[in-house]
């Protein structure tokens, strides 16, 4: 068989690990392995694994600092009950520190004052600060 038959293999068996791992790292030997086959043409055995080894190394140095770029950005926009949290609750059922009810958005929540020593009025108007569990901490809008 081939040289560049093997590094080939190799290419598209790293190639399918990182499909599976999300890692990047097995990402970067799948296209190195990918350039030293192409090299393996022309070169022998001792320069094709100096090629893989420069391939790799230019793929960590180059990759790298985007991937952790990419993945130190701070998200844009809040999913899930993180959401919630800043929007208007109308206050169905009078809310201490202990319970009540509020309608976040068309929902019905279960709710307690966010702080402790105010109590909201039933047909009022808070703002959620807080969300834990499936209880709304809400403050009263000013």
Do not use: N
Not at 59 to 83: K, S, T, W
Not at 96 to 114: K, L, S
Not at 123 to 140: D, F, K, N, Q
């Amino acid at each position: 068989m081939d040289e560049w038959v093997i590094w080939l293999i190799f290419a598209v068996v790293l190639a399918v690990a990182e499909i599976f791992t999300l890692t990047a790292a097995l990402g970067v030997l799948g296209a190195a392995a990918l350039v030293t086959a192409v090299s393996a043409a022309i070169l022998p055995l001792p320069f094709q694994l100096i090629v893989f080894t420069a391939a790799a190394t230019a793929g960590v140095i180059f990759i790298r600092p985007a991937a952790l770029r990419h993945m130190q950005r701070p998200q844009l926009e809040r999913f899930g009950v993180d959401a919630l949290v800043g929007k208007p609750a109308y206050v169905l059922e009078e809310v201490t520190a202990f319970d009540g009810r509020v309608r976040i958005g068309g929902e019905e929540w279960t709710a307690r004052a966010y702080d402790e020593t105010l109590t909201i009025a039933k047909g009022t108007v808070a703002v959620v600060m807080e969300i834990r569990g499936s209880t709304a901490l809400v403050y009263p809008r000013e």
